[in-house]
T-cell receptor
Framework: ELKVEQNPLFLSMQEGKNYTIYCNYSTTSDRLYWYRQDPGKSLESLFV?????AVKQEGRLMASLDTKARLSTLHITAAVHDLSATYFC???????????FGTGTRLKVLA | DVKVTQSSRYLVKRTGEKVFLECVQDMDHENMFWYRQDPGLGLRLIYFSYDVKMKEKGDIPEGYSVSREKKERFSLILESASTNQTSMYLC??????????FGDGTRLSIL
């Protein structure tokens, strides 16, 4: 079965702390997508990781991809309240343009 | 920037009604998708389309149909609405291996 698993599912952290969200997948995909969703809103594309070893950074978020381990990480540096949201990873279903979504990680940053 | 527009942000309908949700994208994307999102169940693919008049079932097509008469427009139809179809509906479009772009979502309530 093709699966994408994220952990943790819920993350409550203090402002100023660092943390990492993990995304494991079971397909042979070599590209991975990260999205952010604010409560009651739609999904916003954060990063597209296109190959093994890819690293992308935007502000306090950094995403990386290890296709051999079938693992992507989303690292949060010095968290701020504005980063509170749900984060999803997704990979392409093999041979199609549809996604397999991860379960999502709900992040709450406490002041 | 890609713009995916869903016709309604909020919609209230009655059980048994035929309901149309419209989605329009302005970037000539070949691929379009309909999802529903429910608490604890993540994003589930209902239908997708990879070309005009072409459609494929996703993971949960029962009770839904779709129409794609023009490339820019993808409609989701609830043939006879039921209360278990109360949900947030998200439309997305995509070209090739680029990330999917999402509309703002339609929060549909069936009474």
């Amino acid at each position: 079965e093709l699966k994408v698993e994220q952990n943790p599912l819920f993350l409550s952290m203090q402002e100023g702390k660092n943390y990492t969200i993990y995304c494991n997948y079971s397909t042979t995909s070599d590209r991975l997508y990260w999205y952010r969703q604010d409560p009651g809103k739609s999904l916003e594309s954060l990063f597209v990781l296109l190959s093994n070893g890819a690293v992308k950074q935007e502000g306090r978020l950094m995403a990386s991809l290890d296709t051999k381990a079938r693992l992507s990480t989303l690292h949060i540096t010095a968290a701020v309240h504005d980063l509170s949201a749900t984060y999803f990873c997704a990979v392409d279903f093999p041979g199609t343009y549809k996604y397999i979504f991860g379960t999502g990680t709900r992040l709450k940053v406490l002041a | 920037d890609v713009k995916v527009t869903q016709s309604s942000r909020y919609l209230v309908k009655r059980t048994g009604e035929k309901v149309f949700l419209e989605c329009v994208q302005d970037m000539d994307h070949e691929n379009m998708f309909w999802y529903r999102q429910d608490p604890g169940l993540g994003l589930r693919l209902i239908y997708f389309s990879y070309d005009v008049k072409m459609k494929e079932k996703g993971d949960i097509p029962e009770g839904y149909s779709v129409s794609r008469e023009k490339k820019e427009r993808f409609s989701l139809i609830l043939e006879s609405a039921s209360t278990n179809q109360t949900s947030m509906y998200l439309c997305a479009s995509r070209t090739g291996n680029q990330p999917q772009h999402f509309g703002d979502g339609t929060r549909l309530s069936i009474l």
